[in-house]
């Protein structure tokens, strides 16, 4: 199975840091996945590698609302990998990228180096489960946000409210088996074969 970035993401990841998630679309499909650079590949080639994914919808005081999906990699018995990739809803792209993951089977993670053309991909079950919770999300998001915004400028009640939630929120708080967070949360975790 080839997985592709598509390629309106490729600035935005050259941006991130090193490890740092990002929520991306994938090429020719209308799919979702996380993206991170990393500095090598090796670590991320292993089938079956232990991988953790929750998604959480948050909406803060001023009543804005972001999805924040936490992600652990057990790249070695000894080695966590960690972050938490943002999604603004009110931004139409992000919305789209929400969107597809109330249909999808799967989560895709993809691993790539720092050029973005060598990559290694693991895929996580997304069930019917996390899909249901996605489109509890979406409704409750249809009914409260104003029209989206195209071309993914800056939002100020955004940037804020990320700050506010990265302040209540740890990547191990909310990857814990219940997190205390206000809004909506779910999680996927997959090690090994699974058997639908």
Request: charged share 20%; glycine share 10%; proline share 3%.
């Amino acid at each position: 199975m080839k997985i592709n970035v598509a390629k309106g993401y490729h600035a935005r990841l050259r941006q991130q840091a090193l490890y740092a998630p990002l929520l991306v679309g994938l090429t020719g499909r209308r799919k979702t996945g996380l993206a991170m650079r990393v500095r090598e590949l090796f670590s991320f080639r292993r089938e079956g590698l232990p991988i953790t994914v929750r998604l959480v919808g948050y909406q803060g005081r001023e009543g804005v609302w972001l999805v924040a999906v936490a992600v652990r990699i057990a790249t070695d018995a000894e080695s966590l990998l960690e972050g938490i990739a943002y999604l603004n809803p009110r931004q139409a792209d992000d919305y789209h990228l929400l969107h597809n993951l109330a249909q999808q089977e799967g989560f895709p993670l993809l691993f790539l180096n720092d050029s973005l053309k060598v990559g290694v991909g693991q895929e996580v079950v997304w069930s019917v489960h996390n899909r249901q919770q996605v489109r509890v999300l979406l409704h409750q998001l249809d009914h409260i946000l104003p029209e989206l915004r195209e071309g993914g400028g800056a939002d100020a009640d955004f940037s804020a409210i990320r700050q506010e939630f990265h302040a209540r929120h740890s990547v191990q708080s909310l990857l814990a088996a219940q997190p205390h967070v206000t809004g909506v949360s779910f999680g996927s975790s997959f090690r090994g074969v699974v058997l639908e």
